[in-house]
């Protein structure tokens, strides 16, 4: 069964929530105010498309391609990023809620986290060099064997980072943050 294919279109005040879209490609595409909370969208491709606005809590993911998406201003509670294809990923994040989103063994070399609360997010095994976590909060996110290697941390929030368990090489974190890498030791700072 082939799959569907939109190009170049604009999406507005569409709702879709619960719903089944499964085996679709949206190329260059743009969605505002979108609601798909609890939607399927597996086995999809999106290429260069921008969500702004938008629902997509819960959302299903299961082998969906994310190649130069950016969500703006969008909530993503407890989204699967995991379940992604792994090839072409390549995702950008600005004033999103993302709180219990998974991004477990995911390689996201460069992925931008800008004004966006990522609190009991999982990072477990992720792949996040140079990673920017701009003015972000990680209150309870899980980093565990994370390749943070030149991510830069300096105006995140909440984040407790285990050195032993973590490659944090040329890391970057501001002296407020440095609770957060010694928090295990009993260490306060301040």
Avoid: W
């Amino acid at each position: 069964m082939q799959s569907i294919i939109h190009q170049n279109q604009a999406y507005k005040n569409i709702s879709y929530a619960g719903k089944e879209v499964k085996k679709r490609e949206f190329e260059n595409c743009t969605f505002h105010h979108c609601d798909f909370s609890d939607s399927n969208f597996s086995y999809s491709r999106f290429t260069a498309c921008t969500f702004t606005a938008c629902n997509l809590a819960l959302i299903k993911l299961n082998s969906v391609t994310l190649h130069e998406v950016s969500f703006r201003e969008c909530k993503l509670l407890g989204v699967n990023f995991s379940e992604c294809n792994d090839f072409l990923f390549s995702v950008s994040f600005e004033k999103c809620l993302l709180d219990y989103a998974s991004f477990q063994q995911k390689k996201m070399s460069g992925t931008s986290f800008i004004h966006s609360s990522l609190k009991r997010a999982d990072f477990t095994n992720a792949r996040m060099e140079r990673a920017v976590f701009d003015y972000t909060n990680l209150e309870g996110a899980v980093f565990s064997r994370t390749d943070l290697k030149e991510a830069d941390f300096r105006t995140a929030t909440n984040f407790t980072i285990d050195p032993e368990l973590n490659h944090l090489k040329k890391a970057m974190f501001s002296m407020e943050g440095l609770e957060g890498l010694l928090r295990k030791y009993g260490i306060r700072v301040g």
